[in-house]
């Protein structure tokens, strides 16, 4: 009898626990790429205009080529900047070195490739949206395939804000596996932020379109997070991320500095004529001189917290204090307040759902200008987040007159090493007193 119970406590378990099972990302599922071509033909996804038979748009692929910079991303390794980048990192072509294949591309292992399959196409609809081997032939199809049944047979789940967050950040700030450290940044590669709302919705202010439309019919098909939700999840899985890439060998760097790829740009890379240094709450006693972890995600977990979870703000303000603290004792420290920092925002990830999120714009914006007016934005890194979640909380919050202001407020952040943080922090003050 107590045998039976236990087992069926092991299912019930069992079954939690594949339902909380992570999407394996595109890159390293089983399946084969079949290629860009096998989405492209013109009944199927590359009509040249938007189409009513069903709901989707069908032009997804001539949107892709002409306005997504992702089908331009292998060409961009052709490109004199990136060879530049490979000669003084003696890679050769970068056209075929690993190290810049593995971003600018779909990058699957020989045997994952299929006849149609061209690295050239750059990051392909595969990339994003799973190796098509199992879905390809009956997806479209009605009678035989339902949304859940395409996502069994692999397509990946990009509607779900946080497998889509891992999806971006495995690109736009690395894996494991794949890294732009400061070596490749120092060469020449751009520095990389993002924030995962933005990202998906940058189309529109680029003046572009998306290749999906956000209607009815598709709020019907699938499950479609809202805009701060979104933001939530995707920055706290950034900040997630980087704390384990910094439980990871990519922290180790070479020689005898640490990974500085990690570490806040501007921290080094800023005038030495303009003495900015100030001591930041999150930095606790730390002196001036040392470089720290870049933490604008991490602030902006502090915020978030503050609007959703007020309880857990101490906690995860003294884990954060203590990771900056641990910069001045050793990369062991480092790691191991890394991983008690981690802990505390799988707790705030617990209590961020779309249920608690939505509805709280005006709350969170008030925690992100509140964080602001405590001295939290004096480096780029964090105004620069701090910007895009005003950014979307102020659309979503449909308020004309501030919507207005953003574009003052942006440039304040034009230039990263001549930022002014009393010029920004005093332009939210102006959207706090609104
Ligand atoms: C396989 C790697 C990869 C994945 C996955 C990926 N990206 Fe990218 N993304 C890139 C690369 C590389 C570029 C730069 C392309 C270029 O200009 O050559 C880029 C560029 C962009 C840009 C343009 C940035 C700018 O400054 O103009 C946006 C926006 C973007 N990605 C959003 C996303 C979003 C949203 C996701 C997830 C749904 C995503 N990306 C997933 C590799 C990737
Ligand atoms: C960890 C993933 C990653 C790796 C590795 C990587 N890149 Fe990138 N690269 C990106 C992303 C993401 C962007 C877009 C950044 C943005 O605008 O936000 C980008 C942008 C660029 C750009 C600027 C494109 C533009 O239109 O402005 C160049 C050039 C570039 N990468 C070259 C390279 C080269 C050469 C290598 C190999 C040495 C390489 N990249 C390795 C992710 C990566
Ligand atoms: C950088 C990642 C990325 C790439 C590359 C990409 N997509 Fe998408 N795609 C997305 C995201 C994110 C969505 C929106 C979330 C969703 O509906 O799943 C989406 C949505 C879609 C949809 C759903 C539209 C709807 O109404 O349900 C289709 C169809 C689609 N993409 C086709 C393509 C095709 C075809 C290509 C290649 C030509 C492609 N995608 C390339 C990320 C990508
Ligand atoms: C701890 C200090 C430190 C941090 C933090 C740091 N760098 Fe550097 N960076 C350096 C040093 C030292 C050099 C080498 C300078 C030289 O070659 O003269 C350098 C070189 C560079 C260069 C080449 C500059 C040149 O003129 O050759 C670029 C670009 C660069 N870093 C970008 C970045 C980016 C992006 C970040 C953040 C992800 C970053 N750095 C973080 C110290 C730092």
Redesign the pocket.
């Known amino acids: 009898m107590s045998k039976m119970k236990n087992s069926a406590v092991l299912f019930v378990a069992v079954a939690f626990a594949a339902a909380a099972t992570r999407a394996e990302l595109p890159e390293t599922a089983a399946a084969v790429h079949t290629g ?1 071509a096998t ?2 033909a013109s009944q ?2 590359g009509s040249a205009i938007p189409r009513d038979a069903t ?4 032009n ?2 001539v ?3 002409q306005s ?1 910079p ?2 331009a991303a292998y060409s961009t390794l052709g490109k004199p900047q990136s060879q530049k980048i490979a000669a003084r990192l003696g890679l050769g072509d970068a056209r075929s070195a690993a190290e810049c294949l593995g971003c600018h591309t779909d990058n699957v292992p020989a045997e994952r490739r299929g006849e149609k399959f061209q690295l050239s196409d750059g ?3 595969e ?3 799973g190796g098509a081997e199992n879905w390809l032939a009956t997806h479209h199809n009605p009678a035989e395939a339902s949304r859940d049944s395409n996502l069994e047979a692999g397509m990946y ?3 779900a804000a946080g497998a ?1 967050a891992e ?2 950040l495995s690109c736009h700030l690395g894996t494991t596996n794949k890294f732009a450290s400061h070596r490749m940044m120092a060469a020449g590669h751009p520095r990389l932020a993002f924030e995962l709302d933005t990202f ?1 919705e940058i189309w529109r202010t680029l003046g572009r379109q ?4 956000n209607d009815a ?2 709020r019907e ?2 499950a ?1 997070p809202g805009h701060s939700y979104t933001w939530a999840v995707g920055l706290l899985a950034e900040a997630q991320l980087r704390l384990d890439l910094v439980a990871s060998s990519h922290f180790d760097g070479v020689g005898m500095f640490p990974e500085l790829g990690f570490y806040d740009c501007h921290a080094c890379h800023r005038s030495m004529k303009s003495v900015q240094w100030r001591r930041l709450p999150r930095h606790g006693n730390a002196e001036p001189g040392l470089p720290f972890i870049n933490d604008g995600t991490f602030v902006m977990s502090l915020a978030l917290a503050r609007a959703v979870r007020p309880g857990l703000y101490d906690d995860l303000q003294a884990a954060l204090q203590r990771l900056h603290a641990a910069g001045s004792e050793s990369v062991g420290a480092i790691r191991a307040a890394a991983a008690s920092l981690n802990t505390q925002l799988s707790a705030l990830r617990a209590a961020v759902t779309e249920d608690r999120i939505n509805g709280l714009e005006a709350e969170i914006l008030e925690a992100v200008l509140e964080t602001g007016s405590e001295g939290n934005y004096l480096d780029y890194g964090s105004a620069e987040q701090a910007f895009m979640a005003v950014q979307m909380l102020v659309i979503e919050l449909g308020d004309a007159n501030l919507e207005a202001e953003l574009d003052t407020l942006a440039t304040a952040l034009d230039d990263d090493e001549r930022y002014r943080p009393a010029q920004f922090t005093a332009l939210l003050e102006k959207f706090r007193a609104h």
């Open positions: 860009v989405c492209a199927c996804h709901g989707i748009l069908q997804e692929y949107t892709w080529t997504d992702h089908a990051v392909g609809c990339a994003c949206h789940p990009t509607n889509r999806l971006c998906t998306p290749h999906f439309r019919d598709y098909r699938k479609v």
